[in-house]
């Protein structure tokens, strides 16, 4: 089904023309701003920590395929390795700069012991070093992490082109995730920073395309490492030249169409997303389920 990543962001979208969001309320708060761009600002860092936490779980179904392979992590390529290993101490101990002293404490001896199970389990293996620096997840974090999978030129490469096929095209993905975190960090700190709604309503377009871009790539990793073995070009897996995607499109009022990217015509109609979500989740494949909303993407079922 589609995650509450989306559908989150749809609701926030469709509440953009509520008139506490849009500025029909007496002005109101400190420094002189009202309570329409105080409520603005915070969605704006609300469209971003959910972009973190969702990048965050993709990481982890990342590893989560790497240590379903029952792979010891030293057969995979060295930038892995350390991703996995070197990397996941430096992102526990950034973690725990944040944390009470007694949290910390607990979390380490927690988290710590994980680290032997690289060679003594591999299989249950699920640490990496996503968030190495700061609280927050910025872009060469993220770039870091899947280039550690063999992915090059993430942003306008792999998500651009993923964008292209599916109807949701950005003039420039990396420059929409700096945007995106700029904007969240002048909410969060700067008394005087304001947003508008139109500039909202385009962040949350932007963190709805990234999600579905990087759920996409992540479905076609997923397939490549399934067929990974140690003698291969662990790299040349992850180019996936060959992408295919299978389609839920809304046409006229809640009712969908199923399609499979290249085929001339729907291969079947649904009363309901719900239903037409249980229909493409009930077929054996790995191809990405894209739902979309006047041809606009709006999520990825899994």
């Not at 749809?10 to 509440?15: D, E, H, T």
Request: proline letters at 3%.
């Amino acid at each position: 089904m589609l995650s509450s990543y989306y559908t989150t962001l749809i609701a926030l979208k469709g509440a953009l023309s509520d008139p506490l969001l849009v500025g029909g309320v007496p002005s109101s708060g400190a420094l002189g701003q009202d309570a329409s761009a105080s409520l603005r600002l915070g969605g704006a860092v609300v469209v971003y920590s959910m972009l973190e936490d969702h990048i965050d779980k993709a990481v982890d179904r990342l590893v989560d395929f790497v240590s379903a392979r029952g792979f010891d992590a030293r057969l995979f390529p060295e930038k892995l390795q350390k991703f996995l290993i070197v990397d996941a101490i430096s992102s526990m101990a950034n973690q725990m700069r944040f944390q009470e002293s007694g949290e910390n404490v607990a979390s380490a001896m927690t988290n710590i012991p994980k680290l032997s199970l690289v060679t003594e389990t591999p299989s249950e293996f699920r640490l990496h070093g996503l968030r190495k620096q700061g609280s927050n997840v910025v872009f060469k974090d993220v770039t870091g992490a899947f280039g550690a999978f063999g992915v090059k030129n993430l942003f306008e490469g792999k998500l651009k082109d993923i964008l292209n096929d599916i109807g949701g095209s950005r003039p420039s993905p990396k420059q929409d995730f700096i945007t995106l975190s700029k904007t969240r960090n002048s909410s969060a700190h700067k008394a005087y920073h304001s947003i508008s709604i139109s500039n909202l309503q385009n962040h949350i377009d932007s963190a709805i395309l990234l999600g579905v871009a990087i759920d996409c790539l992540i479905r076609f990793m997923s397939a490549a490492i399934k067929f990974y073995n140690n003698e291969s070009d662990f790299d040349a897996e992850m180019s996936f030249p060959a992408k295919q995607y299978r389609f839920l499109d809304e046409v006229g009022v809640g009712k969908f169409v199923e399609s499979v990217s290249g085929a001339k015509r729907a291969s079947k109609k649904y009363s309901t997303l719900e239903a037409g979500l249980r229909g493409c989740m009930s077929r054996a494949s790995d191809l990405p389920i894209v739902v979309r909303r006047a041809q606009f993407p709006i999520g990825v079922a899994y």
